[in-house]
């Protein structure tokens, strides 16, 4: 293994009111890794990754993402700046269109001039294969359109890392491939990706590590092919004949 | 044979627009075409109450503008004050709404009018400022300033409404962009809300515009307290009070005429 994981977490714990979410998570993400982390609902799969950019906050443990570890609001943002994140519900602007969705992030945070940041999208359009819905407000857009977007959104900052909360879960079955063949261009040209997702095809085609969470806890980390065909751990079993 | 499809347009595309216009607008057109033809026909008394009370309208209209443009400041504020979670900004707020709300207007007016000057004076006397001791109260300004104190509190639980509204993502979506807390409100946030809340919002104007009548309890010469004038001096209480619920009517009209346009001009394309 390489000498600094992009993503270090260790022994994170997390309590709702009532409910332990997390319980001691560690998980090292190398850079250019792709991770795909799969479990029964509630398992605490999502809430892991939205701690990542701190869209949750942790009870204790720590993380450090490209060496910056997650405390001071500060270093909050800088690593925001870095790690982007695509949302089941897609969460884009419904007020802006999809060019202005991907172009505000850039000149309020980025700073571009709004010349550059065009063209930024224009290019990331053309690379999620929607470029003539440039001007279409979300409403307008198919969920896959949708979704397409959110990612063009959140390339468009030059993350690092790039964070897939079940992308595909809201989807209308037949829109499901055409966002999972941007999430795979993006993995072949070496993205760091973390992605919480039952879409075994994908884990299969394009992730090099497979984790199995259930209750708060890591269960069993394996390359997909061995950890889908020959789990060694029970729950692992269980869940993979529920999905499979 | 099924019925045939008939397209709900006709040939003529003047027609289609005229249809489609907002209706309501006929209601302005029968109120105003009632003054008219009241003041051409029976010009005593109505023309006479009409042009004794035109400035009182005049001080309505100007009083309820400046009043509600500093409430939708204030009241934003406030709003932001409500959610914010700082617990003293949050308790300043709520403070502030809950006092506001549980005090009917004309009392509060008739506090800002009578016993807030009063207040400036003793304390003048009391720590010997002769510029505090000699306050004398402006009657509009008092009325302007008791009029948004208490509307501002309103409007403050109608922008909390409108930005809770908002699905959490939203915010969520923005500050994992990199966005601060500001950024996000000012261009994902409040965008939104202010769609969302304009019926409440064009309501409070509405309501705004009426409560405005209680300020000639405090000396303002608004329409109500004309209407009143000429009342005590012509002893006509039907012809006067009918033209002032009139000129308050168009009043309410137009304005909500003008909330429904911007509603519709402020719709999501979809």
């Known amino acids: 293994m390489s000498a600094q994981p992009i993503i270090h977490i260790e022994n994170v714990h997390k309590h709702f009111v009532g409910v332990h979410a997390l319980r001691g998570v560690n998980l090292d993400v190398q850079l250019g890794e792709v991770v795909v982390i799969l479990g029964p609902s509630g398992s605490g799969k999502s809430t892991l990754l939205r701690c990542i950019n701190r869209l949750e906050e942790f009870d204790q443990g720590q993380i450090i993402v490209d060496g910056i570890p997650l405390d001071t609001t500060e270093n909050i943002n800088a690593v925001r700046a870095e790690v982007g994140i695509v949302f089941q519900q897609f969460n884009l602007f419904p007020h802006l269109t999809a060019m202005e969705n991907i172009t505000l992030a850039q000149k309020v945070v980025r700073k571009r001039d709004i010349k550059d940041a065009r063209g930024v999208a224009l290019d990331l359009l053309e690379k999620v294969g929607i470029p003539e819905k440039a001007d279409n407000y979300p409403l307008q857009l198919s969920g896959g359109q949708q979704q397409r977007v959110a990612i063009a959104r959140a390339l468009a900052m030059n993350p690092r890392i790039m964070l897939f909360d079940e992308p595909t879960s809201a989807l209308d079955p037949e829109m499901i491939q055409e966002v999972l063949d941007v999430m795979l261009d993006l993995a072949q040209e070496g993205m760091t990706m973390v992605v919480v997702s039952h879409e075994m095809g994908f884990a299969k085609a394009a992730a090099d590590r497979a984790i199995l969470m259930d209750e708060g806890q890591i269960i069993e980390e394996a390359p997909p092919e061995i950890l889908f065909t020959n789990p060694k751990h029970e729950r692992t079993k269980t869940f993979l004949s529920k999905v499979l | ?270």
């Open chain 2, 1 to 270: 044979m099924p019925p045939k499809y008939i397209p709900h347009t006709s040939a003529n595309p003047l027609v289609d627009r005229l249809k489609s216009a907002d209706r309501w607008w006929l209601l302005v057109i029968i109120v105003v075409a009632l003054i008219v033809i009241l003041i051409v026909f029976k010009p005593d008394p109505y023309l006479r109450i009409l042009l004794f009370a035109r400035d009182g309208v005049w001080v309505t209209f100007y009083t309820t503008i400046i009043s509600f443009s500093m409430v939708l400041v204030i009241g934003l504020i406030g709003g932001l004050g409500r959610i914010s979670h700082n617990k003293l900004i949050n308790g300043i707020a709520s403070i502030y709404v809950e006092i506001v709300r549980g005090v009917p207007l004309l009392v509060q007016l008739i506090f800002w009018y009578f016993a807030f000057p009063s207040l400036i004076q003793d304390l003048g006397d009391a720590w010997n400022i002769p510029a505090l001791s000699t306050y004398k109260a402006n009657p509009l300004l008092m009325a302007i300033l008791g009029l948004t104190f208490c509307y501002s509190a309103y409007m403050s639980e109608v922008y909390r409404a409108g930005i809770e509204s908002i699905p959490k993502g939203q915010m969520e979506a923005a500050r994992s962009l990199g966005m601060n807390y500001v950024q996000a409100m000012r261009y994902i946030i409040l965008p939104q809300a202010v769609r969302m809340i304009l019926p409440p919002v064009g309501n409070e104007f509405i309501t705004l515009l009426k409560d405005s009548s209680l300020v000639s309890v405090v000396a303002v010469a608004d329409l109500t307290r004309r209407g009143r004038e000429f009342m005590a001096a012509n002893f006509i209480p039907v012809q006067t009070w009918f033209m002032v619920a009139l000129l308050y009517l168009i009043l309410t009209l137009v304005a909500a005429r003008v909330v429904s346009w911007l509603e519709k001009h402020s719709r999501y394309e979809r």
